[in-house]
């Protein structure tokens, strides 16, 4: 099992800028990618960027493109998610995921970071 905790959330003006990150612990070997994604209320689960665990290929939500930038320390088990231009649609709970490639489904989750942009 890996469990995955998320922290750097917060409450930002429009424009600027926040870096999640999210610590892998437990059994990580085997880890394929590593995603996050959020939810507003009322809304539904999006995937906002993903990045694969070797290799480093990325994944963009048009709606993030070129604001957000995904990454990754393989050393320390941890992937960033670099936020900025923020706006208020941005606003959501930012969960963290990790999809180990053997089942074509995300397979852990963590728990939250909440990210809120005022205008």
């Known amino acids: 099992q890996v469990q995955l905790v998320e922290s750097g959330g917060g409450l930002v003006q429009a424009g600027g800028s926040l870096r999640l990150s999210c610590a892998a612990t437990?059994?990580?070997?085997?880890?394929?990618?590593m995603g996050w994604f959020r939810q507003a209320p009322g809304k539904e689960r999006e995937l906002v960027a993903s990045?694969?665990?070797?290799?480093?290929?990325?994944y963009y939500a048009n709606s993030v493109k070129s604001r957000f930038t995904i990454s990754r320390d393989n050393a320390k088990n941890t992937v960033y998610l670099q936020m900025n231009s923020l706006k208020p649609e941005d606003t959501a709970s930012y969960y963290c995921?990790?999809?180990?490639?053997?089942?074509?489904?995300?397979?852990?989750w963590g728990r939250g970071t909440q990210v809120t942009v005022s205008s």
């Open positions: 437990g059994s990580t070997f085997g880890t394929n990618r």
């Open positions: 995921a990790a999809d180990r490639g053997r089942s074509g489904r995300w397979d852990y």
């Open positions: 990045i694969n665990w070797v290799g480093g290929s990325t």
